[in-house]
């Protein structure tokens, strides 16, 4: 991961038209707080159990080892961990950052009282730590795992070890906010805000070239948390330090739309192009939302694989190279973690496209889902996702001493991302301005809109199946429209019924469909199918080299145990869905029958995903 080298009855019809947002202001849908939101029994409610289950077994003690180490305190017996974050790992405690956001997501969504109690008991010690700062030599405001005179030799430029020490602070206050966010902890506060200032007083002593210079090391997203602190407070300070952090070298192409990511470490600059979305939000400055956009644009059209995952080695390659690097190594996952968060920010500015959800869709489902191994109870993960032929998950470039993350030895950059994940599944299925409800995901779920007085029940087993089920409750009323996301890759059979009558509106894919003038009753369903083809997603750079998809599912063969020294020939013609329940479907490849099944089922198997494609799938 590293660039330092370590690595409606009256329905009415129409297309809603997306506002531009006044300068300075967030507008455009918003998204509803997690507690709104629970997830019901689905596959995506077994990946978040499992990695709750997790956050709630770890040892919060051996999590506080090198910090309490660090800042001079005991660490009260614990067992120091392994990976990247042993006692001598460079960025040791980056990972931490990413605990406190899980437990603080898991509480916002599951009103869990552990997952409270092991974030506030985190921050309280972490307090300690930052209190202890005269002790241990440091200035005020810092809590790290490693020493403050890092820092000077980052500023120096004299920094060798491979150490980003900017990456980790960032998670820390990523996490410490999250914790105030969900927790309402005055603890997580006033140590974010401490650290914050530490920030303030560090880069503010600085020239303008020698921070341009320093950025030049993997800082992670320290414009988008120095931005979202200016969000939570109204503190115009935390403001100008983020933009500080405004990284020229990568924002000038961006801004000027020129894709210069070739050879760029992916995952520093992601990060980056979320705090542009953010302070574009914070001053209405449309060079950060150009840039913002490009970068979306760019990585999402030139630099991802079929299955909604960009670069290989970490690294992004030239525009539309895909065949060209299908390997061990492709798809970091912390990539496409934040692609989704970017993801989230930009829809709302531009909520007429689908194209947005419809990348959120893909990636989530196609790449996220499966990171996770269903046979694991605490949810581990791997780093990459192969695209070789005859890839297998959990096996490749094994960091930290493993190929699955595990519980004390691993604690790499997509581990930490990856808790995040599984503990936010329901954080993006809905979103809501004033008197609309937008329905951007289909996932078994339950919302309950307070200000509208309704809860909107959502069954479905999707992708499986093509239909979802909004059954609403609460006292509805006529206040509001519904929208519904209908994908581009759906068909102009697309259709949504209430309460069992097709419902007279258009449903093109690629539009939101919408419902609006009715006056909602409790009990109303409102049924939405969206039918599943058979289609390619062919390379960018050698279009017969594809990936096959059903309907959003990108699809994959099953070799067991086989390896395959290249890309399989598949006849198009022959590939056919066994029964019409399940994803399971057959072809021919290199001669012999293959059984193909959703890529994000594809565990324990040595799969592939790109084809040498001959002929056209059948009609
Ligand atoms: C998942 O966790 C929820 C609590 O959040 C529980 O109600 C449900 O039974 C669990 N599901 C499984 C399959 O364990
Ligand atoms: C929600 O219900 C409350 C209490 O029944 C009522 O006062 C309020 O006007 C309702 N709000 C909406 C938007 O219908
Ligand atoms: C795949 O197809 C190519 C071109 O049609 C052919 O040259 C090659 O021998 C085929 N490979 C296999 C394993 O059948």
């Known amino acids: 991961m590293f660039s330092s080298g370590l690595a409606g009855l009256l329905l009415q019809v129409g297309l809603f038209i997306g506002v531009q947002p006044a300068a300075g202001q967030a507008s455009g849908p918003q ?19 499992r990695t709750v289950s997790y956050l709630k077994w770890v040892d919060v003690d051996r999590l506080l080892y090198n910090f309490r180490a660090n800042h001079r305190l005991s660490t009260q017996g614990a067992t120091a961990n392994g990976g990247w974050d042993a006692p001598n790992f460079p960025f040791r405690t980056h990972a931490q950052g990413h605990y406190l956001t899980a437990w603080a997501f898991c509480y916002a969504s599951l009103r869990d009282d552990e997952c409270r109690d092991r974030a506030a008991y985190f921050v309280a010690e972490l307090a300690k730590c930052q209190a202890n700062n005269g002790a241990a030599g440091f200035t005020d405001g810092y809590l790290s795992g490693f020493p403050e005179s890092e820092f000077v030799a980052l500023e120096a430029r004299t920094l060798d070890n491979g150490n980003v020490p900017y990456y980790a602070i960032h998670k820390t206050m990523a996490g410490l906010l999250d914790v105030w966010r969900h927790l309402d902890d005055t603890n997580a506060r006033d140590v974010l805000l401490a650290l914050a200032g530490w920030v303030d007083s560090r880069t503010g002593k600085l020239s303008y070239g020698q921070m341009q210079a320093m950025l030049g090391t993997e800082f992670g997203g320290m414009n988008d948390v120095l931005a979202d602190i200016h969000k939570q407070t109204g503190d115009e300070r935390w403001l100008e330090v983020a933009q500080r952090f405004d990284h020229a070298a990568i924002f000038d192409p961006l801004a000027a739309n020129r894709d210069e990511l070739n050879g760029h470490h992916a995952n520093t600059q992601v990060p980056k192009w979320i705090g542009a979305a953010l302070e574009y939000k914070a001053t209405g400055s449309s060079r950060y939302l150009d840039i913002a956009k490009n970068a979306w644009d760019m990585t999402v059209d030139a630099h991802t694989y079929a299955i909604g995952g960009n670069s290989q080695a970490e690294h992004f390659r030239p525009p539309n190279a895909i065949a060209a690097y299908l390997e061990e190594d492709t798809a970091e996952a912390c990539n496409t973690y934040n692609m989704l968060r970017l993801t989230r920010e930009l829809w709302p500015l531009d909520a007429a496209s689908t194209a947005y959800f419809d990348f959120y869709e893909r990636a989530l489902l196609n790449h996220l889902l499966g990171q996770q191994d269903p046979a694991d109870n605490h949810g581990h993960v791997t780093y990459f996702t192969p695209l070789n032929p005859g890839g297998r998950r959990g096996v490749g470039p094994a960091w930290g001493g493993g190929t699955w ?40 779920s339950v919302l309950t809109w307070a200000e509208q007085n309704v809860t909107v029940t959502q069954a479905t087993d999707f992708p499986a199946g093509d239909t979802t089920t909004l059954t609403l409750g609460g006292e509805p009323g006529e206040g509001w429209a519904l929208f519904v996301r209908i994908p581009s890759w759906t068909t102009d059979q697309a259709e949504i019924s209430i309460n069992g009558e097709k419902a007279d509106v258009p449903t093109e894919p690629g539009t939101y469909a919408s419902i609006e003038g009715r006056a909602w009753k409790a009990g109303d369903k409102v049924t ?21 998809a059903y309907g959003p599912v990108v699809l994959s063969g099953d070799y067991g145990s086989d390896s395959l020294s290249s890309v399989p020939n598949l006849s198009l013609d022959s590939v056919k869905r066994e029964g019409s329940e399940g994803l399971m479907f057959t072809a021919t490849a290199d001669g012999k029958t293959v059984k193909l099944g959703p890529f994000y089922d594809a565990h324990g198997m040595n799969y592939n995903v790109y084809w040498a494609t001959q002929g056209q799938l059948p009609a």
């Open 31 to 49: 998204p509803f707080d997690m507690s709104s939101i629970a997830l019901t029994d689905s596959r995506w409610m077994d990946n978040q159990n």
């Open 405 to 444: 993350s595990t519980d004390y030895d691993s604690f790499w950059c997509c581990q930490g991302t990856a808790l995040e994940t599984n503990t936010k599944l329901m954080d993006s299925i809905y979103f809501h301005d004033e008197s609309t409800l937008f329905v951007n995901l289909f996932t078994p």
């Open 528 to 548: 939405v199918r969206l039918p599943m083809t058979l289609r390619t997603v062919p390379a960018n750079d050698k279009p017969d080299v594809a990936a096959v």
